[in-house]
């Protein structure tokens, strides 16, 4: 018999007996945030900003006619000599920079120039209000995860409609078939004392540019 | 926060590695643990802090009783119809492009990772954290096979670094303090350098720049999974430094190795499990950093995926009806830091499998109760009840450990020769079954315990009662008996 079948097996003859008609999962959680907290569109996007903060990562909300303009001085505030980006981010996104290169990752530059880079700026998929998160899938303004995982400093783009309220939200929005990123704050480490600090193996600074229109 | 007085020595510096077997009974193995007044320390400000979050970050989401109920059903469905979901996942993986195996216990998980590893030439692999890899003692056999394993958490950093074994589901070096971390790392890592400084961030930074070229260079990876979701074929993994991200994304080969028990049915579950893990945990409303793969994407990490579904006793669980419960476990640790037990043991004593009450339950139900090791586990615990308040999938585990102990007893009745508890009871019994014999045994027994103690305590009691005082001190008995004195004083 191969371990696969034994396996099943051995499940099969453990729950022999036990199985029956059972209730329905119990779904009484919440899946959008409670009226009382958000109002408003404005009050989604206030928590948002709070909840970002919360996390240790900056946020700037812009107009849509400013983006260029706030990544531009996101990167001169880093010092950003040279960056690297998604091929296919919105040209409006990197129009101002003076002093930076923008390097496009297509064809996908190596591990080496990733590394050196002082920077990556994307766009992504999803952001969660209640818990301060972006989430990239690869798709459009994002690029592999690689591009947001080596270079120490990361800087988000995220359109104001991109923001949903609760967990359930962005679980329903996102298709799981695509490789998915869930992004709240810098990397940080509780392997000393179990305390959280900032700093590990990803980017030790997020900043996130919020466009409002 | 701990601050270690200067000239001190790591008081745990002497301790070994993996565990020899015979592997102990929990108190005897409890007892340097308990002499070790840095390690409590240690443990006691980790789990403190932890516990304040945790409380804190339930107590914000007003519907955490509806998460928590939604979390148990969906794991105890995902249990009762597991056969179908292992299916289903295989089937939806395949698809993806992955390649799933089965390994029934440990020895086998062992020889599908090794050859997997060997297949690529490989010989170095970049880890991610991951008790299910500990639980098979996956380091050693690659280590045998010539394979170096680079742990990249910095806690397992630095567990691997100390020839340690790790205290703590999430953060496996809690029984150390950031003075002895740093010592580990100024003797380990030469990047470092002597100068190393011991605050969080400098050990950080020095871990993160000894890890940078290996993940760069890194051809095979080998993780772990928080949850597999059977109907898309989706891992998913919650960490927060981004060592997992790397193992998962930049190596062209990914071996992922989980427990049967992981298995959720539908990708809409995760809903409730990404916001019970990360509060229960750490008390983050999100973990910094989640992660979820669905076989190879082109031209965005790994080429090859493979998932080793791992049993190794899960099914022995999952046969309990009682203990089938204890599989809806997310590993999450909330138990452990309320519990009053593993705040002053730390994790090494509850074995090789997992620490803390969850440990205590999980490993008699999936290596049985055997064992004098495996059967001491149930007793590990003041019964206080602590650990199912805080579960987020409402595992009952003082009702679990008392059902344990009724198997301990029941397998040592089977016996032939009666256990040294049994035949102590039995001459209890014949005592007190009589007054006068009592009485004369009470004095006897007075003057006997008195003369075993020092400054009135009885650090070790002889023979058979010597169980009692493994783990505590017992005060001596006074002179005189309660009746001895009512009888002098009221006659
Ligand atoms: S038993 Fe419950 S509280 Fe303990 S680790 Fe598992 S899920 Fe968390």
């Given at each position: 018999?191969?371990?696969?079948?034994?396996?099943?097996?051995?499940?099969?003859?453990?729950?022999?007996?036990?199985?029956?008609?059972?209730?329905?999962?119990?779904?009484?959680?919440?899946?959008?945030?409670?009226?009382?907290?958000?109002?408003?569109?404005?009050?989604?996007?206030?928590?948002?900003?709070?909840?970002?903060?919360?996390?240790?990562?900056?946020?700037?909300?812009?107009?849509?006619?400013?983006?260029?303009?706030?990544?531009?001085?996101?990167?001169?505030?880093?010092?950003?000599?040279?960056?690297?980006?998604?091929?296919?981010?919105?040209?409006?996104?990197?129009?101002?920079?003076?002093?930076?290169?923008?390097?496009?990752?297509?064809?996908?530059?190596?591990?080496?120039?990733?590394?050196?880079?002082?920077?990556?700026?994307?766009?992504?998929?999803?952001?969660?209000?209640?818990?301060?998160?972006?989430?990239?899938?690869?798709?459009?303004?994002?690029?592999?995860?690689?591009?947001?995982?080596?270079p120490g400093y990361h800087l988000c783009v995220v359109?104001?409609?991109?923001?949903?309220?609760?967990?359930?939200?962005?679980?329903?929005?996102?298709?799981p078939a695509r490789p998915l990123t869930w992004i709240s704050g810098p990397s940080a480490t509780y392997g000393i004392e179990t305390t959280r600090v900032e700093g590990a193996h990803g980017p030790r600074h997020l900043e996130i540019i919020l466009i409002e229109d | 926060m701990t601050a270690s007085s200067p000239g001190t020595t790591p008081s745990s510096s002497g301790r070994s590695g993996p565990v020899p077997?015979?592997?102990?009974?929990?108190?005897?193995?409890?007892?340097?643990?308990?002499?070790?007044?840095?390690?409590?320390?240690?443990?006691?400000?980790?789990?403190?802090?932890?516990?304040?979050?945790?409380?804190?970050?339930?107590?914000?989401?007003?519907?955490?009783?509806?998460?928590?109920?939604?979390?148990?059903?969906?794991?105890?469905?995902?249990?009762?119809?597991?056969?179908?979901?292992?299916?289903?996942?295989?089937?939806?993986?395949?698809?993806?492009?992955?390649?799933?195996?089965?390994?029934?216990?440990?020895?086998?998980?062992?020889?599908?990772?090794?050859?997997?590893?060997?297949?690529?030439?490989a010989k170095e692999?970049?880890?991610?954290?991951?008790?299910?890899?500990?639980?098979?003692?996956?380091?050693?056999?690659?280590?045998?096979?010539?394979?170096?394993?680079?742990?990249?958490?910095?806690?397992?950093?630095?567990?691997q670094l100390g020839e340690d074994a790790p205290s703590h589901l999430l953060s496996p070096a809690a029984h150390r303090d950031r003075a002895e971390i740093a010592e580990l790392f100024r003797r380990a890592v030469p990047a470092a350098g002597p100068g190393l400084a011991d605050d969080p961030e400098a050990l950080a930074a020095a871990a993160r720049a000894h890890l940078r070229d290996r993940f760069l260079r890194a051809r095979v990876a080998v993780t772990g999974a928080n949850f597999l979701v059977a109907e898309t074929g989706t891992l998913v993994l919650l960490e927060s430094e981004g060592n997992a991200r790397m193992c998962l994304t930049l190596p062209e080969t990914l071996i992922s190795v989980a427990g049967i028990d992981k298995v959720v049915p539908t990708w809409d579950d995760m809903e409730v499990f990404l916001q019970l893990l990360p509060r229960s945990s750490t008390g983050d409303r999100m973990t910094p950093y989640v992660s979820s793969w669905t076989g190879v994407t082109p031209g965005d990490g790994p080429r090859a995926l493979h998932l080793v579904l791992l049993d190794n006793g899960r099914t022995r669980a999952l046969a309990d009806e009682v203990g089938r419960a204890a599989l809806r476990c997310i590993r999450c640790s909330a138990c452990l830091n309320v519990c009053p037990v593993y705040e002053r043991t730390g994790g090494r004593p509850y074995g090789p499998v997992h620490p803390g009450p969850i440990g205590a339950v999980l490993t008699p139900l999936t290596r049985g109760v055997e064992s004098a090791a495996d059967a001491s586990l149930p007793y590990a615990s003041t019964l206080c009840g602590a650990c199912a308040d805080v579960c987020p999938?409402?595992?009952?585990?003082?009702?679990?450990?008392?059902?344990?102990?009724?198997?301990?007893?029941?397998?040592?009745?089977?016996?032939?020769v009666p256990t040294p508890e049994m035949a102590l009871m039995r001459g209890l019994a014949w005592t007190m079954g009589d007054p006068r014999r009592h009485e004369a045994a009470v004095r006897r027994?007075?003057?006997?315990?008195?003369?075993?103690?020092?400054?009135?305590?009885?650090?070790?009691?002889?023979?058979?009662?010597g169980k009692w005082t493994e783990a505590r001190d017992l005060p001596a008995p006074p002179p005189e008996s309660f009746r001895g004195w009512w009888d002098r004083t009221r006659a």
């Open positions: 018999m191969s371990s696969r079948e034994e396996v099943l097996r051995r499940v099969r003859e453990a729950l022999a007996g036990s199985r029956g008609a059972r209730p329905p999962v119990p779904r009484g959680y919440a899946r959008r945030l409670a009226a009382a907290d958000a109002e408003t569109r404005a009050d989604v996007l206030a928590l948002f900003t709070e909840r970002v903060a919360d996390n240790r990562a900056a946020v700037r909300h812009v107009g849509a006619d400013e983006a260029g303009t706030a990544v531009a001085a996101a990167l001169w505030g880093r010092e950003a000599k040279q960056i690297v980006v998604p091929a296919d981010l919105p040209f409006g996104w990197l129009a101002e920079l003076d002093g930076v290169r923008a390097l496009a990752d297509a064809p996908a530059v190596d591990l080496d120039t990733l590394a050196a880079a002082d920077g990556v700026v994307t766009g992504c998929a999803v952001a969660v209000a209640q818990t301060g998160t972006v989430v990239l899938d690869g798709g459009r303004a994002q690029g592999r995860r690689a591009l947001t995982l080596v359109h104001a409609d991109q923001i949903v309220g609760t967990v359930p939200e962005a679980v329903g929005r996102l298709d | 077997a015979p592997r102990p009974k929990f108190a005897a193995a409890a007892r340097p643990e308990l002499a070790d007044t840095r390690m409590r320390r240690n443990l006691r400000g980790a789990t403190a802090a932890l516990r304040g979050r945790e409380a804190a970050a339930a107590a914000e989401t007003a519907d955490w009783e509806d998460l928590r109920e939604a979390g148990r059903a969906i794991k105890d469905d995902a249990l009762l119809d597991l056969d179908s979901h292992l299916e289903e996942l295989e089937r939806a993986v395949t698809e993806a492009g992955g390649t799933v195996h089965w390994a029934a216990d440990a020895a086998e998980a062992r020889r599908v990772v090794t050859g997997l590893v060997r297949a690529t030439g692999v970049v880890k991610a954290a991951s008790a299910t890899t500990r639980e098979i003692g996956l380091n050693d056999a690659l280590a045998r096979a010539g394979v170096t394993v680079r742990e990249t958490g910095v806690a397992e950093m630095a567990v999938v409402k595992i009952d585990i003082p009702d679990m450990l008392v059902h344990l102990r009724g198997k301990v007893v029941e397998s040592r009745r089977r016996r032939p027994g007075a003057r006997w315990a008195r003369l075993l103690s020092r400054g009135g305590r009885i650090r070790r009691l002889p023979g058979l009662l």
